[in-house]
């Protein structure tokens, strides 16, 4: 099973940016997706969650500005930032609660990340 993302780029602030996630592989079924953000020097912290039902939590930094979308049928998780501010600025990482076929639990996949710059 695989995680790839695509979107992340340079933005001034105040912009707008699109990330994509696409799952593949034998997968069953997909529970919780979400994206993650390091910026450097702190953390990995959660930006937005979703579930397979459609429920949805944010960051609190992120309210607001930020939307996360899931396509069960693609297997896919979309993140549409927008307003984006400097402090964004993180290596954005997709994650996943994946059900392979032939297992019997959900076990947890990453992306290898992509980068986010905000900046003027």
Known sequence: VQLVESG????QPGGSLRLS?????????????????QAPGKERELVAVIL??????YAD?????FTISRDGAKNTVDLQMNSLKPEDSAVYYCNADIWIRGRALFEEYWGQGTQVTVTS
Not at 8 to 11: D, E, F, M, N, P
Not at 52 to 57: E, P
């Open 8 to 11: 992340g780029g340079l933005v």
């Open 52 to 57: 397979s039902g459609g429920s949805t939590n």
């Open 61 to 65: 930094s992120v309210k607001g500005r």
């Open 21 to 37: 996630c696409a799952a593949s592989g034998s997968i069953f079924r997909i529970n919780r997706m979400a994206w993650y953000r």
